[in-house]
């Protein structure tokens, strides 16, 4: 038979173990969640940097039809986000003297 100091010494002792085990399912719950979120962001990290290249095209196609069309209203769209250009025209473009001269029509 147990002694009184030794019985509540081993219930102490199982009353520790039920609380460390109760706080191991608290910070494993907690732990679990905490992958989660990192993972969702890690995923979409991963997503965003395979649609940067598709992102980018889409400005620039934005940009240079802008440019084109003298397009004020786009062009201030893009300014409300952060996205500036200039448009710098090259010289125009002139046909190959064959491409004006006129071809007779041979039947």
Same mark, same amino acid.
Request: net charge positive; charged share 15%.
């Given at each position: 038979?147990?002694?009184?100091? *030794? &019985?509540?010494? !081993? ?11 109760? !706080?191991?399912?608290?910070? &494993?719950? *907690? /732990? @679990? =969640? ?6 969702? @962001?890690?995923?979409?990290? *991963? ?5 940067? =290249? ?8 934005? !940009?240079?039809?802008?440019? @084109?069309?003298?397009?004020? *209203? ?5 300014? !409300?986000?952060?996205?500036? &250009? %200039?448009? /710098? +025209?090259?010289?125009? =473009?002139?046909?190959?003297? %064959?491409?004006?001269?006129?071809? +007779? /029509? @041979?039947?």
């Amino acid at each position: 038979m147990l002694k009184k100091w *030794q &019985f509540w010494l !081993a219930m102490s002792a199982s009353g520790l173990a039920c609380l460390l085990v109760v !706080a191991n399912m608290v910070l &494993f719950t *907690q /732990n @679990r =969640a905490a992958q989660q979120n990192i993972s969702a @962001r890690q995923q979409y990290l *991963q997503q965003s940097v395979q649609l940067e =290249a598709l992102y980018q095209q889409l400005v620039k196609g934005a !940009a240079e039809l802008s440019a @084109r069309n003298k397009d004020e *209203q786009l062009r201030s769209v893009l300014n !409300a986000q952060g996205i500036t &250009f %200039s448009f /710098n +025209p090259g010289p125009p =473009a002139v046909a190959p003297p %064959s491409a004006l001269t006129p071809t +007779p /029509n @041979r039947k």
